[in-house]
């Protein structure tokens, strides 16, 4: 072991490290490599002549750019499209495209065993990319948000994990399998808390970009640190900061003291003696002597300098205010100069010429590099801009001027920037400060790291939006930069006005606009206040590229009937639903549908229907969905409500963003066969013939096997947040997560979804049930079924008693009851023991205990919980959660509106719940208690007002069951 120690060290010791860059610049000093980010090309610029030699288009949003050795070769990543491009480095010419898993970003090239390593983002995975083979020969499963790659000289992979603040070291071991799959460590970054918010603190996100030192010993990853315990605002949310890593062999780890608290800290002043704000670290990249480190600050658009030589001097002074300094900003390096604005517009992707006097910065937003001085290595050496543009590198911008505004100010936090009406303060946060790559990648980490109390505030967000950015998203825009960015406010001793929401001058509302065409964006959020999305350049689809879900019925009649029949099919458009999203349009606007309807009528929004124009058709009472096998025969286009067949065997990606219907659909690749939509006579049978003819192809365009069986797929529906607060409504997948069902180690302990809700005999759940799901198709061992049976035994029963029963079934094996009596007090104990989440999981529902008790002569005593009526009695005990306001009044139907849980009375997956009442004194035993738990989908109050709403239509009360029974004598 020494011996390995010591020589490890020795390697380390003028070690050349590789770390991935957006930049690269050939051996011989020549040229620039680039990787153009969204513009989806990759640049090669002369460094000598200062000219753009090449601009190679190749696809989408190219992120890092890796040569190999000897130069013939380099890849670069596709975030957008999920390839890596092999091209020639001789005539630039495209070798491979390698499909690979979702999110490829950072490359690295490992010379001594001639691969490429790869991260994906969301695909959590490593890759290995054989140079000789160009193929992926090895896939590593990593933690969550895999992003930023750096490779040692002695063969050690670090892997920075950008949202949960980790850092995975891997070894490299052989060809054949170059990564050791169990990491050799994985360090978490310390998190830190301090009483007073605006002190540099909170849990490290965004580590993007790792950098080692030229001598090997320190690993340097700038990111961001997150503070949301508390309401966001701009003076105590997000930190800049540097952490360092000891890359010690065996002793790999983070040396806490050495952190640089970039935000206030670094103490650097301007001419007023104003100290200077920095945001958003993006990219690190040391002088080759070592000497200094530059950073990009993408955010305020500056370049800090840090000077790691003068970190060893003075190491005798040991004044109190020195020692404060040094603990307060972190040890091993000073800040010494912050280059105040640099000339293009987010700044980006840093690197510096061989001999150190050259530093080239990559402009994501204006696509340009700016070329710096590096003023030499001394220690009072100053960065000077040498050319602001040094080169244009790409020639054509893909995006159009407003669509490039408005990404542009979501990643800007420079407050001289839009000087009369700027949209930051003087604590330079922006849009991208917590809303890393848009809005999928990073909400539900937003969302699970605002570790808060939900009955005091439930908000994780922003607050007080007027409409939720449907009616007036330019007052709710203003609203949020001035409460969290510190934008937009009065400025005195320049004579500037607040800005008015309501009433915003021209320059804010065309800038607002742009902003909001960005957020819309197709890798954003298309549809606002829906996470949902369509696979494909555009945001919609013609209705004809769907097909109706009666086409499956052929050759899955038993599943097609199901589904038709099921809470998931047509009746998914029913008079309750439609009475709540007409509620929530008056009180917030048409586009507020987008809400309800992404995960209610997912194809109508797919196929831009607009609002007023779409209608339900109320589907409530049809049986076997006729209204759809009757236009099949005819031939004719359907926009289905509900989760449709060809909806959920299309969907390929579960973004993991929270809910909200957070899922892709992909409809351009798939198997077309011919006549596929046509239910008339000669079409349909040569349809189902050329299906019969190559099943595969059908089989592999509407299975995804792995997908289906996680419950995470699920979840895309069945978690619910309210877009902008960050208000959880529903979290059935996170309460799943944390319970004993969720138990994959253990497959016969573990229970899915699926396993409870798609399986046809409720009494055997777990165990394999035998079936066909094609018409004469072979007998399979399991077989899920499509009833999506679900607590609401009301709407199923409405279509088919099987249903119903399936229902009343699942209900009647999720509690265990129990009666005890102490000290004249009665408990009665309801236990959750089927139910892999919260019971009951739904809203709207009504669960109450009816209590009977008798003396021993048979005489009632005592009695609560029994109706009068078809009301619920007043006194009931409820399972049930409570919304409410600030002010903690309720917030009724406009559950969306709500900010804190007034109570929660429902039992937890594993838990359960006492209620205790109190008796009579002298009973005379022994007594006989009758406890009964009794369920109903919709209260009769609910009822009244839809059908207030829908005078025509039958819409009965629905009806009160008994899902548990306890009957115990107690002496």
């Known amino acids: 072991m020494l011996k390995y120690l010591l020589l490890c060290s020795l390697l380390v010791i003028n070690a050349y490290a590789l770390s991935s860059s957006a930049l690269y610049i050939s051996k011989d000093q020549k040229f620039l490599y680039s990787a153009n980010l969204d513009a989806g090309s990759v640049s090669k610029t002369s460094l000598k002549d200062k000219k753009l030699l090449k601009e190679i288009k190749l696809g989408k949003d190219l992120r890092r750019i890796a040569f190999n050795e000897n130069e013939s070769i380099y890849a670069v990543s596709d975030y957008a499209k999920n390839v890596i491009y092999i091209m020639n480095a001789k005539n630039d010419k495209l070798i491979k495209t390698i499909k690979t898993p979702e999110k490829p970003h950072a490359i690295v090239y490992d010379k001594s065993n001639k691969m490429f390593y790869v991260s994906c983002f969301e695909a959590k995975k490593l890759l290995v990319i054989s140079e000789e083979k160009l193929e992926i020969i090895q896939e590593v499963p990593t933690l969550e948000t895999p992003r930023g790659l750096a490779l040692t000289n002695d063969g050690r992979l670090l892997l920075s994990h950008a949202l949960i603040g980790k850092v995975s070291i891997f070894k490299i071991i052989n060809k054949n399998k170059p990564i050791d799959e169990k990491p050799i460590t994985i360090i978490s970054l310390h998190v830190t808390q301090n009483e007073k918010e605006t002190v540099s603190q909170g849990l490290p996100r965004y580590l993007d970009d790792i950098e080692i030192t030229p001598d090997g010993k320190e690993a340097w990853l700038p990111h961001m640190l997150w503070n949301i315990d508390h309401k966001f605002q701009f003076q105590s949310t997000v930190f800049p900061t540097i952490s360092i890593l000891d890359l010690t062999p065996y002793n790999e780890r983070e040396v806490e003291i050495k952190r640089k608290h970039l935000f206030k800290e670094i103490n650097i002043t301007d001419n007023l003696n104003k100290t200077l704000i920095i945001s958003n670290p993006w990219d690190l990249v040391f002088s080759p002597s070592g000497n200094k480190a530059y950073i990009t600050l993408a955010g ?86 040498k050319d602001p543009v040094f080169v244009k590198v790409v020639e054509k911008d893909p995006m159009d001027k407003e669509m490039r505004l408005g990404k542009t100010l979501f990643n800007l936090a420079n407050s001289d920037k839009y000087e009369n009406n700027t949209i930051t303060g003087d604590f330079w946060m922006a849009c991208a400060s917590c809303h890393y790559e848009g809005f999928n990648g990073t909400n539900r980490f937003i969302i699970n790291d605002a570790t808060i109390d939900n009955t005091v505030d439930a908000v994780r967000g922003h607050r007080n939006l007027d409409s939720f950015f449907t009616r007036n998203f330019i007052s709710d825009y203003v609203k949020i930069i001035k409460q969290t960015q510190g934008g937009y406010l009065a400025n005195e001793s320049k004579n500037i006005k607040e800005v008015d929401g309501q009433n915003p001058s021209d320059e804010v509302r065309k800038t607002l606009i742009a902003l909001h065409k960005y957020v819309q ?21 013609h209705k004809s590229q769907w097909l109706n879900s009666a086409s499956c019925k052929t050759c899955h009649p038993v599943i097609f009937d199901q589904w038709a029949n099921s809470t998931h099919g047509t009746g998914m458009d029913h008079s309750y639903y439609e009475f709540q999203e007409d509620i929530a349009a008056k009180k917030e606007g048409e586009g507020f549908r987008n809400f309800c309807r992404g995960c209610h009528v997912p194809q109508a929004l797919l196929t831009g229907q607009d609002s007023l124009a779409f209608k339900l058709k109320d589907n409530m009472h049809e049986k076997n969905a006729q209204s759809l096998q009757d236009a099949f025969a005819k031939g004719e286009t359907v926009v289905e409500a509900g989760t449709s067949c060809f909806l959920c065997h299309r969907i390929n990606k579960a973004a993991n963003a929270g809910g909200n219907a957070d899922f892709t659909v992909n409809l351009k690749d798939r198997k077309e066969y011919f006549f596929d939509d046509s239910g008339k006579g000669i079409k349909n049978w040569l349809n189902n013939k050329s299906i019969n003819a190559n099943p595969k192809a059908h089989k592999e365009s509407y299975s995804n096997k792995d997908l289906y069986q996680d419950s995470l797929y699920c979840a895309t ?73 679900g607590a609401n035994y009301y709407l199923a029963g409405m279509k088919s008693e099987e249903h119903k029963k399936l229902s009343v079934d699942l209900l009647r094996i999720a509690t265990k009851l129990d009666a005890s009596i102490k000290d004249n007090k009665l408990t009665i104990r309801v236990s959750n023991v089927m139910a892999g989440h919260k019971f009951p999981g739904g809203a709207r529902r009504q669960i109450w205990l009816e209590i009977t008790v008798k003396n021993k002569y048979g005489s009632v005593v005592y009695k609560t919980g029994h109706m009068k009526g078809i009301n619920m009695p007043k006194d009931a005990r409820q399972f049930k959660k409570s919304l409410g306001k600030k002010d903690g009044s309720p ?81």
Request: aromatic share 6%.
């Open 717 to 789: 529906c069945h978690n619910e947040f309210i877009p902008g607060t960050g208000v959880k409504i529903n979290d059935n997948y996170g309460e799943w997560l944390a319970s004993s069902f969720n138990n994959p180690e253990d497959p016969t302990k573990h229970k899915s979804c699926i396993t409870c809700h798609m399986n046809s005999d409720i009494s055997s759940l777990g165990k394999d049930v035998p079936g066909f799901s094609t018409l004469g198709g072979a007998l399979k061992k399991d077989v899920k079924t499509h009833h999506f049976t």
């Open 521 to 541: 964006a197709p890798e954003n959020l298309p549809l606002m206040s829906t996470w949902l999305k369509i696979d494909d350049e555009k945001k919609t689809a």
């Open 891 to 971: 917030v009724g139907l406009h559950f969306w509106r709500h900010e804190k849980m007034l109570s929660d009375t429902r039992i937890p997956a594993d838990g359960y719940r006492d209620e205790v009442f109190d008796l009579p004194n002298n009973l005379a035993l022994p007594l006989k208690v009758e406890t009964r738990l009794l369920f109903r989908a919709f209260s009769p109050g609910l009822t009244d007002k839809v059908r207030k709403r829908f005078p025509k239509r039958d819409i009965p009360y629905a009806q009160v069951i008994q899902i548990n029974h306890l009957s115990k004598t107690i002496k």
């Open 300 to 385: 305020s658009e500056d370049l800090l300098v840090m000077d790691i030589k003068r970190s060893t001097q003075n190491k005798r002074r040991k004044s109190r205010q020195h020692r404060i300094r040094k603990k307060r900003a972190g040890s091993g390096a000073r800040a010494v100069q912050i280059l105040r604005h640099l000339p293009g517009e987010n700044p980006r992707a840093i690197i510096v010429s061989k001999d150190g006097k050259d530093i080239y910065v990559q402009n994501a937003m204006s696509l340009d590099i700016t070329r710096l001085y590096s003023g030499g290595n001394g220690s009072f050496a100053r960065v000077r801009v």
